[in-house]
């Protein structure tokens, strides 16, 4: 995850400096400006997850030279087999979004779909290692 989290570095760098460079030269522009700093927020916020990723896990067998093809089997992680929450919070979204154009009422009905859907993926498997 070394490497993953300094290409993502560069990224966030490139548009760290993308942002500042588009700011002071449209005079800032608000759109163009935010826009960039939320590619570098979005680019540095991956960076990070590598680099933390990397300090609890070490070297995976990907990053050595030496591995053989063998190191690498086995389980790698947990995938669920079917959840509905992913639905239901894309339906919540729907909602809200819908409502920021119909009213109020419709988009707090989605908020709380939505949340509730955001809150069932979060919490689904809480209890599956015990």
Request: proline share 5%; aromatic share 14%.
């Amino acid at each position: 995850m070394k490497v993953e989290a300094v290409l993502f570095g560069g990224v966030a760098v490139f548009f760290a400096g993308s942002a500042t460079l588009y700011g002071v030269w449209s005079r800032w522009d608000p759109a163009g400006t935010a826009v960039l700093i939320i590619a570098f927020g979005m680019a540095a916020v991956v960076s990070v997850f590598c680099a933390i990723q990397y300090r609890r896990q070490g070297r995976r067998p990907q990053d050595r030279r030496d591995a053989e093809v063998a190191a690498a089997a086995g389980p790698l992680e947990f995938f669920p087999a079917h959840s509905p929450w992913p639905i239901v919070t894309a339906f919540g979204f729907t909602l809200a979004a819908t409502g920021v154009v119909y009213g109020l009422w419709l988009f707090l009905i989605g908020m709380g779909i939505l949340a509730r859907g955001v809150l069932g993926m979060v919490f689904q498997f809480v209890t599956r290692g015990s």
